[in-house]
């Protein structure tokens, strides 16, 4: 008697988005009060002009069930039909159970597979794979992607090089079975030996030790470099990967680190003034896992982005990490 193997569905599609934000606004004024800077030079540099940060009853985990919840109904499905669910986050901080367990629980997921992974800002498009992956297989049919982060928490807030930039948001995609293409081969890989590039400032257990907390500390100009150069490339190849052409794409939602990374990527692109670029740095800072559903949410609220259109997806960060795709939107 040979096994019986999983015989997955032909294609999977993102089926449904969602985002969620924190109500808090920190504008530059108020970020001025905590660093020595200013909103010239903090929108010159990185195109930020306030972003979000968790108050009262906001949670990594309240954010994430928003995000999830709004991506299940716009996928027209209900938690039941969930059996997969997976959060990349660095900001839930217990090592265990998983965020998504938890997540998974109460929205009502019952029984679905879930776990967290760590691929920082690359996380949304390294969960999309693995969901893209589960549906083909067979492993699942029904996966909910959730990038959440709150790394207000994470961040020293008097620390001029990392406290303007990040922020607090979560967003998620329903990922599903489909009988035409709609996710393009992932194009991902990592560089372990730049780890120190963007990381803690110390673990755990030195934490306690030393009674001071862990925050993301980061050599800007070393990122800003790897992001214009060798990630502008990675975005080539996986526009390459996808066998479409520039003017067959019609959005293009690179992970919100800093405007002048994307116009570094745009010029290296050549793409074609008809694809429409996000932006929602200017609104929400770097995000980290949540960036791009968050800007791609953005852009279809905003009417700049409908369903059937094209969006190539880059997301980079620490590890170092990158992952991207271009997907159908749902
Ligand atoms: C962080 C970043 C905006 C800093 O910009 P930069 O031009 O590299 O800044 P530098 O550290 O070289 O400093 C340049 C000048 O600005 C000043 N400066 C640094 N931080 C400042 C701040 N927060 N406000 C005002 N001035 C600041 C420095 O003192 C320096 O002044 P000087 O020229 O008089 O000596 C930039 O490196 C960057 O965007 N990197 C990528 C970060 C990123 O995207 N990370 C996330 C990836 S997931």
Same mark, same amino acid.
């Given at each position: 008697m040979a096994l019986v193997t999983s015989k997955g569905a032909p294609y999977a599609r993102v089926m449904g988005l969602g985002a969620a934000v924190p109500s808090r606004v920190v504008d530059n004024a108020e970020m001025c009060t905590y660093i020595d800077s200013s909103d010239e030079w903090i929108q010159q540099r990185t195109g930020i002009v306030e972003r979000r940060w968790v108050s009262e009853g906001e949670t990594v985990e309240s954010l994430s069930l928003d995000a999830a919840r709004q991506a299940i109904a716009h996928a027209g499905? /209900? =938690? &039941?039909?969930?059996?997969a669910v997976i959060i990349s986050t660095i &900001? @839930? *901080?217990? +090592? /265990? =159970?998983s965020l998504a367990a938890i997540v998974a629980a109460k929205i009502g997921c019952t029984d679905a597979a879930a776990f967290d992974i760590a691929a920082a800002c690359a996380g949304f498009c390294y969960g999309l794979a693995q969901a893209e992956s589960l549906v083909r297989s067979g492993a699942a049919t029904h996966v909910v992607v959730i990038g959440a982060e709150t790394l207000s928490k994470l961040t020293?807030?008097?620390d001029r090089s990392t406290a303007f930039l990040f922020a607090d948001a979560a967003g998620a995609a329903v990922v599903g079975p489909s009988e035409t293409s709609a996710m393009s081969p992932v194009v991902w890989g990592s560089d372990g @030996? +730049?780890?120190?590039?963007? +990381?803690?400032?110390?673990t755990w257990s030195e934490a306690v030790d030393e009674g001071k907390p862990s925050q993301v500390a980061m050599a800007g100009q070393q990122v800003f470099r790897w992001a214009t150069g060798f990630i502008a490339d990675a975005t080539s190849r996986i526009l390459e990967a996808s066998g479409l052409? =520039?003017?067959?794409?019609d959005l293009f939602v690179p992970h919100q680190a800093n405007n002048r990374i994307t116009d570094a990527m745009l010029r290296h692109l050549? *793409? =074609?003034?008809t694809v429409t670029v996000a932006r929602s740095i200017k609104k929400y800072g770097n995000t980290s896992a949540a960036s791009i559903p968050l800007a791609l949410v953005e852009l279809i609220e905003s009417g700049e982005a409908k369903s059937g259109d094209t969006c190539l997806m880059i997301g980079f960060g620490a590890g170092l990490v990158y992952a991207g795709q271009v997907i159908t939107v749902p």
């Open positions: 499905l /209900t =938690p &039941s039909d969930i059996d &900001s @839930h *901080l217990v +090592q /265990t =159970p020293d807030h008097h @030996h +730049q780890a120190d590039v963007i +990381q803690m400032t110390r052409a =520039p003017d067959e794409l050549k *793409l =074609p003034e």
